[in-house]
Protein backbone atom coordinates (compact mmCIF):
# COMPACT_ATOMS: atom_id res chain seq x y z
CA UNK A 1 0.00 0.00 0.00
CA UNK A 2 1.09 3.28 -0.97
CA UNK A 3 2.10 6.24 1.26
CA UNK A 4 -0.82 7.78 0.35
CA UNK A 5 -3.37 5.88 0.50
CA UNK A 6 -2.04 4.81 3.95
CA UNK A 7 -2.18 8.43 4.62
CA UNK A 8 -6.12 8.14 3.51
CA UNK A 9 -7.27 5.40 5.40
CA UNK A 10 -5.79 6.62 8.79
CA UNK A 11 -6.89 9.93 8.38
CA UNK A 12 -10.54 8.25 7.41
CA UNK A 13 -10.17 5.56 10.46
CA UNK A 14 -9.35 9.10 12.69
CA UNK A 15 -12.52 10.91 11.25
CA UNK A 16 -14.33 7.91 12.25
CA UNK A 17 -13.10 7.80 15.38
CA UNK A 18 -14.15 11.38 15.90
CA UNK A 19 -17.81 11.39 15.03
CA UNK A 20 -18.46 7.86 17.04
CA UNK A 21 -17.08 9.76 19.90
CA UNK A 22 -19.19 12.45 19.39
CA UNK A 23 -22.57 10.82 18.58
CA UNK A 24 -22.08 8.26 21.56
CA UNK A 25 -20.74 10.07 24.71
CA UNK A 26 -20.83 7.13 27.19
CA UNK A 27 -18.25 5.75 29.05
CA UNK A 28 -17.94 2.27 30.73
CA UNK A 29 -15.66 0.77 33.08
CA UNK A 30 -15.63 -2.20 32.75
CA UNK A 31 -17.97 -2.44 30.25
CA UNK A 32 -17.84 -1.70 26.62
CA UNK A 33 -21.36 -1.07 25.89
CA UNK A 34 -22.75 1.36 28.38
CA UNK A 35 -26.39 1.99 29.22
CA UNK A 36 -26.97 4.91 26.88
CA UNK A 37 -29.10 6.64 29.03
CA UNK A 38 -25.97 7.28 31.78
CA UNK A 39 -23.13 8.91 31.16
CA UNK A 40 -20.61 7.18 33.28
CA UNK A 41 -21.44 3.01 33.75
CA UNK A 42 -19.10 1.04 36.46
CA UNK A 43 -20.09 -2.51 35.99
CA UNK A 44 -18.36 -4.74 38.77
CA UNK A 45 -16.24 -7.95 37.37
CA UNK A 46 -17.02 -10.18 40.32
CA UNK A 47 -19.75 -8.35 42.36
CA UNK A 48 -17.74 -7.95 45.39
CA UNK A 49 -16.56 -3.94 44.40
CA UNK A 50 -18.47 -0.39 44.79
CA UNK A 51 -17.81 3.00 43.89
CA UNK A 52 -15.59 5.00 45.91
CA UNK A 53 -15.81 9.17 45.94
CA UNK A 54 -13.64 11.56 47.51
CA UNK A 55 -13.85 11.37 51.18
CA UNK A 56 -13.24 14.57 53.29
CA UNK A 57 -14.06 15.89 56.38
CA UNK A 58 -16.41 18.39 57.10
CA UNK A 59 -14.02 21.30 57.50
CA UNK A 60 -12.54 20.52 54.14
CA UNK A 61 -16.10 20.16 52.18
CA UNK A 62 -16.98 23.41 53.50
CA UNK A 63 -13.84 25.13 51.89
CA UNK A 64 -14.56 23.70 48.18
CA UNK A 65 -15.23 26.54 45.74
CA UNK A 66 -18.27 26.90 44.45
CA UNK A 67 -19.53 23.42 44.50
CA UNK A 68 -21.77 22.43 41.63
CA UNK A 69 -25.31 21.90 42.56
CA UNK A 70 -25.34 17.93 43.20
CA UNK A 71 -21.71 17.78 43.76
CA UNK A 72 -21.10 14.67 46.27
CA UNK A 73 -18.41 13.50 48.49
CA UNK A 74 -18.48 11.44 51.05
CA UNK A 75 -18.25 13.40 54.20
CA UNK A 76 -15.44 11.46 57.13
CA UNK A 77 -16.96 13.90 59.78
CA UNK A 78 -20.49 13.06 59.43
CA UNK A 79 -20.23 9.29 57.99
CA UNK A 80 -22.65 10.47 54.92
CA UNK A 81 -22.47 10.71 51.65
CA UNK A 82 -23.00 14.80 51.03
CA UNK A 83 -24.74 16.77 48.35
CA UNK A 84 -24.84 20.09 47.71
CA UNK A 85 -28.07 21.02 47.46
CA UNK A 86 -27.66 24.80 47.15
CA UNK A 87 -26.42 26.29 44.56
CA UNK A 88 -22.81 27.28 43.80
CA UNK A 89 -22.72 30.45 45.41
CA UNK A 90 -24.57 29.45 48.19
CA UNK A 91 -23.96 25.88 48.97
CA UNK A 92 -26.50 23.64 51.11
CA UNK A 93 -24.92 20.46 51.74
CA UNK A 94 -27.22 17.63 53.09
CA UNK A 95 -26.56 14.08 53.83
CA UNK A 96 -28.50 11.88 51.51
CA UNK A 97 -30.40 8.76 53.41
CA UNK A 98 -30.26 11.23 56.36
CA UNK A 99 -31.06 14.69 56.19
CA UNK A 100 -33.79 13.11 53.59
CA UNK A 101 -35.71 10.77 56.16
CA UNK A 102 -37.00 14.49 57.60
CA UNK A 103 -39.75 14.91 55.22
CA UNK A 104 -41.39 17.88 57.77
CA UNK A 105 -40.29 19.32 60.70
CA UNK A 106 -41.52 22.14 63.42
CA UNK A 107 -40.39 25.78 62.64
CA UNK A 108 -37.63 26.85 65.60
CA UNK A 109 -39.63 28.57 68.35
CA UNK A 110 -40.01 32.33 68.21
CA UNK A 111 -41.96 34.83 70.50
CA UNK A 112 -44.45 36.58 68.39
CA UNK A 113 -45.68 40.33 70.01
CA UNK A 114 -49.64 39.64 70.53
CA UNK A 115 -49.84 41.93 73.68
CA UNK A 116 -52.08 44.62 71.87
CA UNK A 117 -54.51 44.39 68.77
CA UNK A 118 -53.28 45.85 65.93
CA UNK A 119 -55.19 47.86 63.31
CA UNK A 120 -52.91 46.44 60.58
CA UNK A 121 -51.94 43.21 58.91
CA UNK A 122 -48.58 41.84 60.28
CA UNK A 123 -46.03 39.90 58.53
CA UNK A 124 -43.55 37.31 60.11
CA UNK A 125 -40.99 36.02 57.74
CA UNK A 126 -40.79 31.91 58.93
CA UNK A 127 -38.38 30.81 56.12
CA UNK A 128 -36.26 33.49 57.65
CA UNK A 129 -36.44 32.77 61.15
CA UNK A 130 -35.95 28.97 60.64
CA UNK A 131 -32.67 29.96 58.45
CA UNK A 132 -30.77 32.03 61.06
CA UNK A 133 -31.63 29.56 63.65
CA UNK A 134 -30.64 26.41 61.90
CA UNK A 135 -27.66 28.46 60.19
CA UNK A 136 -25.84 29.99 63.49
CA UNK A 137 -27.06 27.45 66.62
CA UNK A 138 -25.72 28.70 69.67
CA UNK A 139 -24.02 25.91 70.85
CA UNK A 140 -23.13 22.07 69.72
CA UNK A 141 -22.11 18.99 70.94
CA UNK A 142 -18.52 18.08 70.92
CA UNK A 143 -17.26 17.58 67.03
CA UNK A 144 -20.79 18.71 65.30
CA UNK A 145 -20.37 21.42 62.65
CA UNK A 146 -21.04 24.65 63.40
CA UNK A 147 -24.33 25.05 61.44
CA UNK A 148 -26.91 22.62 61.10
CA UNK A 149 -28.10 21.55 56.88
CA UNK A 150 -31.16 24.25 55.78
CA UNK A 151 -33.19 23.59 52.90
CA UNK A 152 -33.46 27.00 50.30
CA UNK A 153 -37.37 28.17 50.53
CA UNK A 154 -38.37 26.89 47.81
CA UNK A 155 -38.26 23.73 48.64
CA UNK A 156 -40.69 24.03 51.61
CA UNK A 157 -44.46 24.31 52.11
CA UNK A 158 -45.22 26.07 54.88
CA UNK A 159 -48.45 25.49 57.56
CA UNK A 160 -50.08 26.46 60.38
CA UNK A 161 -51.49 23.43 61.85
CA UNK A 162 -53.26 24.95 65.08
CA UNK A 163 -53.16 28.41 66.99
CA UNK A 164 -55.25 30.20 69.63
CA UNK A 165 -57.64 31.64 66.64
CA UNK A 166 -59.36 33.93 70.01
CA UNK A 167 -55.73 35.40 69.24
CA UNK A 168 -54.51 35.27 66.18
CA UNK A 169 -56.10 35.24 62.68
CA UNK A 170 -53.87 34.19 60.14
CA UNK A 171 -54.40 36.02 56.78
CA UNK A 172 -52.04 34.17 54.47
CA UNK A 173 -48.76 32.49 54.11
CA UNK A 174 -46.61 33.16 50.84
CA UNK A 175 -45.03 30.12 48.69
CA UNK A 176 -41.37 31.86 50.13
CA UNK A 177 -42.62 31.41 53.74
CA UNK A 178 -44.19 35.04 54.78
CA UNK A 179 -46.80 34.83 57.44
CA UNK A 180 -49.66 37.67 57.05
CA UNK A 181 -51.52 37.76 60.06
CA UNK A 182 -53.61 40.04 62.28
CA UNK A 183 -53.74 40.29 66.71
CA UNK A 184 -57.72 40.38 67.35
CA UNK A 185 -57.57 40.23 70.99
CA UNK A 186 -54.47 40.66 73.63
CA UNK A 187 -52.83 37.60 74.52
CA UNK A 188 -52.44 35.85 77.66
CA UNK A 189 -49.72 33.65 78.38
CA UNK A 190 -51.62 30.18 77.23
CA UNK A 191 -51.52 31.75 73.55
CA UNK A 192 -49.65 29.46 70.96
CA UNK A 193 -49.15 28.96 67.49
CA UNK A 194 -47.99 25.67 65.57
CA UNK A 195 -46.05 26.22 62.44
CA UNK A 196 -44.98 23.00 59.97
CA UNK A 197 -42.78 22.69 57.45
CA UNK A 198 -43.15 20.03 55.20
CA UNK A 199 -39.93 19.26 52.11
CA UNK A 200 -41.35 19.80 48.73
Known amino acids: MNKSKL ?60 PATGLMVYDTTQRCVSQNAGTPAVPNWICLGRDMLTSFFYMPAVAVDASAVTTASRTLDLYDVYKSQFNAPKTASTGAPG ?39 AADYASFMNVVFVVK
Open 7 to 66: TSLLFTALLFACFSNVSHAQTGVNTQTPDISAALEVKSLDQKTGLLIPRVPTSQKLLIPS
Open 147 to 185: SIPFYTNDKLYYYVTNCDTSVIKVNSISATGVLNYDIIK
